[in-house]
């Protein structure tokens, strides 16, 4: 509540503004104002040419109030100084001055505001001060202004919304500086209201089209309660200043262009009344007397309380281009008004500007609903020409006429309790919903910082004991290895007597570079054994090529070289035989070498501790652990990795990865490490404390590092803590003898940071998944907590629903009690009719089934609601099958057909590419979820797509999304179980990936790139969970036929690519559009899908073959056979 001293000197303040720029304050002249006329115009006048003069005011109140608050210019945030960049959908926040706004109407995008506002909002400012944080000013960037990043020009920025608030501010500060009555104790009373009105917030959009943006300007107006609604003058003066800039005649597109003003929202709010739209399309035509009359009338009082109101311009005389009686009508409506407001003034009373006698008879009138009542028994249409009569004859009411008048009455309220019912069920759906969505946001508010906070351990746990780089050649390997495993002794006090070094060669994940990397690798690591004889141990695995014994002898002889001083022994690896595939040529078994050095003590022992290990006695694994012995399974292809994969080969199963691929990944799989893990440190002491660095000589996937992890969590055998060294440096990528790839040669050092990546990725995936299945523990790492949403639950109250019951979301069925309370109430057959009609229009809206609800309980599901859902269309045989043909007709006359049985339908594909459904012994309903069928085809990116789209030679189907309401199909790929999602949008995808504990901020997404965040409101509070996504490469999908012929019967297209027919076939080619995937018949259309695959490959999300799927849900009748495309 305002204080006895701010309200006197607000009373200061108004009046002293309207006494400034007021005129003459007589209502029966031109200038009868109490309020400010021309505020933009003084401006412009007076500091249009030297506008530093107005900046300089404003400073000096800003010193002023420095002097009263010293501290004021800690507390708020400093004012932005340089042109911001605004993108396309990209809302900018930024603090600014009042110098920084522009006062000429020229940089509204609404034009000049209305003088009745203003000093409205003066008032509003001087009584609480301005938040700009909640209601913040909305900019345009008018043309002509400097560069994004440079500096700022004075009163420069235009505004989009908030050009009365800018006004309101500038006459404030105005004020202050030029009243001389106002002392600084007066200040200090509004110092809070005058603070605020600097260092404010405004915000920045664009839709990309200046004529969007200048709608969407005046729209976002009409739906604010708290501001005043635009009158229709300004709606036209928009409108036409659109028109004139794109070169049109206002009366050629005034029609579309309200209908496009309409279109650019579905809120009713935000969309121009009947009345409005009337008062907009005819205001252009009125003459200029005119409507400068009514322009300047509205701006002196608002239009439902001035002389005119909206009703008085819509009447027919407007319409009938009586010009010359236009300016006469609004005139008089004037002067009237003027004398009554005079005459209120001189008595000092309340002035009535709503309602007078002819209201008053109007009222009556229709008081006593009279049938014999006619339009010309109104006396107040002579005011626009019309006819009326000289007097209203008695209303003579019978006691029928009574009865009806009761029904009547009766009806109204019914309709009328009912609309309220289900206004305040549509009410509370939307706040249920709007409840829902927000709860999402606030949990993934709460997830994102919980994750954050994981991740953020996971990676500098990573950093610390699994570190993996890409580097040029082994010795800056040795080099990068030595300085990971000194950190790592510093950290956990590890003496260098106490440290063991293991170094794991597995040239098999070389490919045909493994020879020349093996050797390159021996040279540089052996003499590392020779300086550290007693602690250090190679392990080399066998690389399997064509001929097995002719590989092994070449490993034996490079390690058995006299200057590397290394004794080499061979290990026997066998697999679990339940693990060997029964197709697989695979031998059960494995060769394995372990060199130590070759340096003894005075008694001919050998000086290396390893030498006491199992690993190296027995010469062979699986060795007896604990008195019993853990099999070695084969890794299985689906687990097989391959770090350089894109996502044209990661869209398809792995079984399809090519054979040399394959082969890398052998021996692979974390039980191979840690089985030598175990046998290479059972039979050694060990002093505490103790450490083991692995260098992983050749990196290239996960195995040894998750063998690591999982035996630091539970030692199978004593062991010392250690630390994984990754280096990746020698040539992996030939995939054949000639070092190249597909005939053109492969950069290694791109490939070798391809490689770092993903297993540095690969890494931080492992120790989140085995952290939250709590198989190892990560400093910091704190499991994620449960959002606890502890909002109240929206609620219905059913005792407000007297005539209808709350159903589902889309369920209000009436209440059959309610009904029958009607049919009594109802005896006039007119009025019977008319309920009947409102009835059933209430149910084709409310209530599909049209059944009124008996009094039973509201079922759970029912309580819970849902989203409405589609109305499946009948399709009828009669039009989609006019020669009533059979399916053997069908084949007869199209040639042989796929049939796909859906056990209650048939969907077939015929040669010729048309698309049947056949219904089996009961009526059928599909929804346009779930695809009739999969198409065959070549996806292309980056520079392909390019090429392609260039073209425009191939019929093709852009891949991608535009924003994450985009809809797609969907399927997850773990474990090799497929989960088959529903058509859908992609934000609906994710936030069941989330709901799946999974983290889609390491998505790999194809062509893509992925934010997720959280969507607020103005005052900062979570609304929902959204997704930015921007689309970074170019993607297409180009049908072709699919591989499989229709004729052969051992091969027949199946329901994955049989689609393809239907796109390509020459005879119904034409009628797909692949731009945007329709079909000229409306039925069907193309839409694409993704796969999720989440394996030891990563988490990706990429394309894969899209669907054909309907439209719509669709009905058809029980045994009959319709065409569908």
């Known amino acids: ?193 005058l603070q605020a009105l600097y260092n404010f917030r405004c915000t920045c959009h664009t839709t990309g089209s200046s004529k969007f943006d200048r709608f969407r300007s005046l729209q976002d107006k009409f739906a604010e309660a708290a501001r005043p609604r635009p009158d229709p003058i300004q709606v036209s003066t928009l409108l036409m200043a659109q028109a004139k800039e794109e070169g049109l005649a206002w009366t050629e597109c005034a029609s579309f262009m309200i209908d496009d003003f309409n279109g650019g929202s579905t809120n009713d709010a935000k969309k121009l009344s009947e009345l409005e739209t009337s008062i907009v399309v005819i205001y252009p035509s009125l003459d200029l007397d005119t409507q400068q009359l009514i322009d300047y009338h509205w701006q002196l009082y608002a239009p439902k309380q001035s002389a005119i109101p909206y009703k008085a311009l819509a009447t027919t005389a407007f319409f009938q281009g009586r010009q ?50 006619k339009v010309e028994n109104f006396r107040f249409l002579a005011d626009v020409g019309a006819k009326v009569a000289s007097g209203v004859p008695d209303s003579q009411i019978s006691e029928s006429d009574a009865d009806l008048d009761v029904q009547k009455a009766e009806l109204a309220k019914a309709m009328a309790k009912v609309a309220k019912e289900v206004a305040g069920w549509s009410s509370y759906q939307e706040k249920k919903s ?81 020879y020349s990397g093996m050797q390159a690798a021996v040279a540089t690591y052996a003499p590392l054994v020779a300086e550290d004889p007693a602690k250090t141990v190679m392990i080399i695995a066998e690389y399997v090529e064509a001929n097995v014994g002719e590989a092994t002898q070449k490993i034996s002889e490079c390690l058995s070289q006299p200057e590397n001083r290394l004794l080499v022994r061979e290990v026997l690896m066998c697999f679990d035989q339940n693990s060997i595939p029964a197709q697989s040529k695979r031998p059960g078994f494995h060769k394995f070498f372990i060199a130590l050095s070759d340096q003894c003590d005075k008694e001919g022992r ?156 690969s890494i931080r995936r492992k120790l989140q998944y085995l952290a939250q299945e709590k198989v190892i523990s990560i400093p910091d790492w704190k499991p994620l907590v449960s959002f606890k949403d502890m909002r109240e639950v929206p609620a219905v109250q059913e005792k407000d629903f007297v005539a209808t019951f709350p159903g589902a979301a889309d369920t209000i069925p009436f209440k059959a009690t309610y009904l029958e309370e009607m049919d009594k109430k109802l005896n006039n057959p007119d009025l019977r009719d008319q309920w009947d009609r409102f009835v059933k229009d209430h149910n084709e809206c409310y209530n599909k089934s049209g059944k009124p609800h008996q009094g039973e309980k509201r079922s759970a599901d029912e309580a819970a609601g849902g989203p409405p859902q589609k109305k499946a269309r009948l399709l009828s045989s009669e039009s989609l099958n006019p020669e009533s043909l059979t399916v053997e007709q069908v084949k007869e006359k199209e040639g042989p057909v796929v049939e796909i049985d859906q056990k209650t339908y048939k969907i077939f594909f015929t040669s010729k590419g048309s698309i049947w459904i056949q219904t089996t012994s009961c009526e059928v ?133 049989v689609g393809s027919i239907a796109l390509t076939s020459p005879d119904t080619k034409a009628g797909w559009n692949l731009k945007d995937g329709s079909h000229v018949e409306g039925l069907v259309s193309l839409k694409q899908r993704w796969v999720l695959m989440d394996n030891d490959q990563g988490l990706t999300f990429n394309p894969e073959k899209p669907g054909i799927y309907l439209t719509g849900p669709i009905k058809i009748e029980a045994k009959k056979l319709v065409r569908v495309a």
């Not at 420069?156 to 600084?184: C, N, P, R």
């Not at 209201?359 to 009542?373: A, G, I, S, W, Y």
């Not at 994102?448 to 500098?460: N, S």
């Not at 990528?733 to 490689?755: F, L, M, Q, V």
Request: hydrophobic share 40%; proline share 6%; aromatic share 8%.
């Open 925 to 1057: 309903e599909l929804d346009d979820t779930s695809p009739l069928a999969l198409t065959f085809g070549k996806f292309k990116i980056n520079e392909e797509a390019e090429a392609a789209l260039k073209g425009d030679k191939v019929e093709m189907m852009d891949v991608g999304f535009g924003s994450d309401v985009d809809m797609c199909g969907a399927r997850k790929l773990s474990d090799n179980k497929p989960e088959i999602s529903p058509l859908k949008t992609l934000r609906a995808h994710l936030q069941l990936m989330e709901e799946k504990k999974m983290d889609v901020t390491s998505i790999e997404f194809a062509c893509h790139k992925l934010k997720p965040r959280v969507e607020k409101d103005s005052a900062g509070d979570a609304q929902d969970r959204v997704f930015d996504v921007k689309k970074c490469d170019p993607c297409v999908f180009i049908p072709q036929p699919t591989p499989r012929k229709i004729t052969n019967k051992k091969a027949q297209p199946d329901w994955d690519d």
């Open 324 to 373: 010359s009686q236009e300016v006469r009508f609004v005139r008089r409506k004037v002067q009237y008004f003027l004398f009554k407001l005079q005459d209120a003034k001189r008595l000092k009373k309340k002035i009535n500007l709503a309602t007078g006698y002819l209201d008053v008879e109007l009222f009556e009138k229709f008081r006593v609903m009279n049938p014999q009542l």
């Open 1 to 193: 509540m305002l204080s006895k001293e701010q309200q006197m000197v607000i009373g200061k303040v108004i009046p002293w503004l309207n006494d400034f720029f007021g005129g003459s304050g007589d209502p029966e002249q031109t200038d009868a104002v109490e309020i400010c006329t021309g505020l933009s115009d003084f401006l412009i006048a007076n500091f249009g040419t030297d506008t530093q003069s107005l900046k300089n005011m404003f400073l000096a109140v800003q010193k002023r109030l420095h002097g009263m608050d010293v501290g004021w210019v800690f507390r708020v945030t400093g004012a932005d100084d340089r042109v911001p960049l605004v993108e396309q959908d990209v809302t900018q926040q930024l603090v600014l001055m009042p110098w920084h706004l522009s006062f000429r109407p020229e940089h509204s995008q609404k034009g000049k505001s209305k003088m009745l506002n203003i000093i409205r909002c003066a008032a509003d400012f001087l009584e609480k001060p301005y938040d700009s944080l909640t209601n913040p000013i909305q900019l345009w960037l008018p043309p002509g202004l400097p560069a994004a990043g440079e500096p700022l020009p004075d009163f420069a920025l235009g505004h989009s919304i908030g050009f009365t608030k800018s006004l309101a501010i500038k006459a404030i500060l105005f004020a202050v500086h030029k009243m001389k009555d106002l002392s600084d104790e007066d200040v200090k009373h509004i110092l809070p209201q």
């Open 434 to 514: 709007d409840f829902a969505r927000s709860a999402k946001g606030l949990a993934a508010e709460a997830q994102d910082e919980q994750k954050a906070l994981q991740k953020q351990a996971v990676e500098k746990w990573q950093e610390n004991r699994y570190p993996v780089r890409d580097l040029q050649e082994a010795s800056h390997a040795i080099t990068f290895a030595e300085t990971c495993v000194r950190k790592f002794q510093d950290e956990q006090s590890i003496p260098d007597c106490n440290m063991f070094k293991v170094f794991w060669m597995n040239p098999s994940v070389l490919g045909y570079d493994s």
């Open 606 to 761: 050998l000086i290396s501790e390893f030498s006491k290990s199992a690993l190296w006695k027995r010469q062979m694994l699986p060795v007896t652990v604990k008195n019993s012995v853990t099999p070695i399974p084969m890794l299985a292809q689906k687990d097989m990795v391959d770090p350089r994969r894109g996502f044209s080969q990661a869209g398809v199963v792995t079984d399809l990865a090519s054979k040399p691929s394959r082969r890398k990944q052998w021996i692979a799989g974390f039980n191979i490490p840690g089985a030598f893990h175990d046998a290479l440190w059972q039979g050694l002491t060990l002093q505490q404390p103790s450490g083991v660095s692995w260098v992983d000589v050749f990196a290239y996937d996960h195995s040894v590092a998750e063998a690591l992890m999982r035996r630091a969590a539970s030692p199978a055998v004593p062991a010392p803590q250690g630390i994984y060294v990754g280096v990746v440096w020698a040539d992996t990528n030939s995939r054949d003898d000639k070092h190249t790839e597909k005939g053109a040669a492969i950069d290694s050092r791109k490939e070798n940071a391809k490689i770092s990546r993903w297993l540095q990725s």
